[in-house]
């Protein structure tokens, strides 16, 4: 497949470098030529987005501030293109007032570049028809999870974001166990493999987190100790403020 990106930040590059070893041949566009050099050899690029050949796909991965001067340069194809935006805030309504494509949006999360992420994705009404089209496309990226499109900025804030707070948590967690005496690479494979081994065993069972929390929960033992710490410091409060922050900024954002 013949497909183009726009905008080779973070998600991006990654998405280029999974197409690529996919071997769909690629046409990447980005004003800042040093972008692009990595690809130069393997990908046909350009700084300006208006020498866009025909393509059968196209990603949108720039700012949300910039995507509106872009989408007015996008030449118009001869038949109706995927169109993928990755831009927060800027609805498919929005694009389609731009391009005259089967339009889809997408929230990724940084774990695409290993094939583990999980996508959250909307269908325009057009788009609805493709689905298996862009499900072949997005695959080597990791889980798709489709949802309605207003609930895209909620889906920014708990899976978009969610790696920086995850990672966050396991820098304290790790710093802990440097606290306790382990080496950093000691602390660092415990706390990893414990995320891995639950999240793996949450899915599995199919159960409650509650539940499983119960089975390590033993009465007067360690486990209690800690969780009683986590209930006074407000860990729950802490965690369900960052995410709801974070879906009021992903909607101020849809709002400018």
């Known amino acids: 497949m013949r497909v ?3 905008g080779i930040g973070n998600i991006g590059s990654i998405i280029a470098d999974l197409l690529i070893k996919q071997g769909h041949e690629l046409f990447l566009i980005n004003r800042h030529a040093n972008k692009l050099k990595k690809f130069e050899e393997i990908a046909n690029t350009y700084s300006d987005v208006e020498k866009l050949p025909e393509v059968d796909a196209l990603f949108l991965c720039v700012k949300p501030q910039d995507a509106p001067g872009v989408l007015k340069k996008i030449p118009r ?6 169109f993928v935006s990755t831009v927060t805030g800027f609805t498919i309504e929005e694009i389609t007032s731009y391009v005259n494509d089967d ?30 089209e862009v ?9 798709l999870v489709e949802v ?12 978009g974001s969610g790696p920086a707070f995850t990672f966050v948590i396991i820098e304290s967690l790790v710093d802990a166990g440097l606290k306790l005496g382990l080496s950093y690479e000691t602390a660092m494979k415990l706390i990893i493999e414990t995320f891995r081994g639950s999240a793996e065993l949450l899915e599995r069972e199919g159960k409650h987190p509650g539940e499983l929390r119960h089975l390590v929960t033993s009465p007067a033992g360690t486990s209690i100790e800690g969780i009683y710490s986590l209930e006074q410091q407000g860990l729950r409060g802490i965690l369900m403020k960052t995410i709801f922050d974070t879906y009021k900024r992903a909607i101020e954002l849809q709002e400018i």
């Open 77 to 82: 194809s001869k038949f109706r293109r995927l």
């Open 103 to 132: 339009v889809t949006r997408i929230m990724p999360n940084i774990p695409i570049s290993i094939g583990k992420g999980v996508i959250g994705i909307s269908y325009s009404k057009e788009c609805s028809k493709r689905k298996d």
């Open 4 to 6: 183009g990106i726009i």
């Open 135 to 143: 499900q072949k496309l997005l695959m080597p990226f990791g889980k």
């Open 148 to 159: 309605d499109e207003s609930l895209l900025p909620a889906v920014t804030a708990l899976s």
